[in-house]
Each structure stands twice: as structure tokens, then as C-alpha cells.
Nanobody, 124 residues
């Protein structure tokens, strides 16, 4: 089992930056990659970013490229999502997921473990 705990969400104004953290614990040696998804009210959960656990390969959704970056600190078993120039459409619950196998990075079904989510609200 892998446990994931997200933090760093909050209420911010458009244009500012926010950094989310996802701390992993448990059998983290089984983790192959981790990702961030978000779910806005009334919408499906969507892919935001992903990073491989060991190699540092990163992937970003087109909607956040140039504004968001994903990184990890293996010593702390933590993945970060740096969000710059936030927009009101970025309001959502942000979830961290962990994969234990090679699988399509943008598919929710590829992720075996999920955190409880952290709310990000961007006001205009």
C-alpha cells in the first residue's frame, strides 16, 4: 500500500502562484510514477501533470504548459506541483496519484493510489 497526502491548496487571486505538495509513504519502492489530476465542480477529473519516480521525466497537459511545473524530491518522497499565473478556470480539487506500472500517463485508470485531494480556488 502507498499512502498519499496532498497539501498547499487555498484561496488565491488570479495571477498569483501556488505550490502543491504530495507526500508519499508506505511501499514507495513500488511507485513507478506520480501524477496530478484536478476536478472542477460538475466536471470530470482531468490530467494535469506527471513525473517518473526515478528518471525525472515530466509530462504536462497542454492547458498548463508554460505555467505549471512538476518536480519530485525522492529523499522526502514528495512530489510538487508549482502553479504560476493561476486562472479562475484552475479552480478545482487537485488530486495526487501514484502508479506502480507502466501505463498511459494521462489515464486515471493507470493510477493505483490516490490522495484525498486539496482544494484550489482562484478568484478573478
Amino acid at each position: 500500500q502507498v499512502q498519499l497526502v496532498e497539501s498547499g491548496g487555498g484561496l488565491v487571486q488570479a495571477g498569483v502562484s501556488l505550490r502543491l505538495s504530495c507526500a508519499a509513504s508506505g511501499r514507495t519502492f513500488n511507485v513507478y510514477a506520480m501524477g496530478w489530476f484536478r476536478q472542477a465542480p460538475g466536471k470530470e477529473r482531468e490530467f494535469v501533470a506527471a513525473i517518473s519516480w526515478s528518471g525525472g521525466d515530466t509530462y504536462l497537459a497542454d492547458s498548463v504548459k508554460g505555467r505549471f511545473t512538476i518536480s519530485r524530491d525522492n529523499r522526502k518522497n514528495t512530489v510538487y506541483l508549482q502553479m504560476n499565473s493561476l486562472k479562475p478556470e484552475g479552480t478545482a480539487v487537485y488530486y495526487c496519484g501514484a502508479r506502480t506500472r507502466r501505463a498511459p500517463i494521462m489515464s486515471m485508470a493507470s493510477y493505483d493510489y490516490w490522495g484525498q485531494g486539496t482544494q484550489v480556488t482562484v478568484s478573478s
